[in-house]
């Protein structure tokens, strides 16, 4: 299995698209704008079809270019339904964004929720439910490749905010030590912005939550 990362869209928010050629098959976690023009190259040449798009929260940079893949590949959509009214009805995000971004509802296929096992590409994900930063933010955790992607719950040396609507310090800070410090240290933290990190760097040197 090969995981590429992909920042796309108008603010460069990571996209992670996973293939597995001997299955010609292949997963999107998260949609940024723009997203479908990176991946479309990519998934032609290993000759793999797009069959599934895990969105890790509701946020429109995380799910601009939903449509646009979907309507292209005919993949089946994922998400966290205390996310429901964002995807839904995006536009309640339109006031804090300029007019040149358009969006558009996202049809979900199927409501995950915490403890959900999910299988993709021949490997089993768990979803781990990590709200703070938005309401339905889920990382999706593939022990047999060692990857947890949280979307903004957690960043190298950072965290997601969590003064925008529908966030909470205490209750991103409490999502961060029980659902990712207490995946193995080598588990590769994939985040929705910025560069990869690992749970045990992130246990020993990130600023805003400590280590218990």
Wanted: a negative charge; proline letters at 5%.
């Amino acid at each position: 299995m090969t995981v590429y990362q992909l920042p796309s869209g108008a603010i460069q928010t990571n996209a992670y698209l996973l293939t597995e050629p001997a299955l010609g098959e292949a997963l999107l976690i998260d949609a940024p704008g723009g997203i479908l023009n990176k991946i479309e190259p990519i998934l032609k040449k290993e000759g793999c079809l797009l069959t599934q798009v895990w969105i890790t929260h509701g946020h429109w940079d995380h799910t601009e270019g939903a449509d646009e893949v979907v309507k292209a590949t005919s993949a089946l959509v994922s998400a966290h339904s205390d996310d429901k009214v964002l995807l839904e009805t995006p536009t309640i995000m339109s006031k804090f964004l300029s007019k040149e971004i358009e969006l558009t509802p996202v049809k979900v296929d199927r409501w995950v929720k915490h403890g959900d096992l999910l299988e993709a590409l021949g490997t089993q994900f768990e979803v781990r439910h990590v709200p703070g930063h938005c309401p339905g933010n889920v990382l999706f955790y593939g022990s047999g490749i060692k990857a947890a992607f949280v979307g903004d719950a957690l960043f190298k040396s950072s965290i997601g905010r969590s003064d925008t609507p529908g966030g909470d310090f205490k209750v991103l800070e409490h999502s961060i030590r029980t659902q990712i410090y207490t995946l193995n240290d080598d588990t590769r933290v994939l985040s929705g912005h910025g560069p990869e990190t690992s749970v045990g760097v992130e246990k020993a040197t990130n600023p805003y939550v400590k280590s218990l």
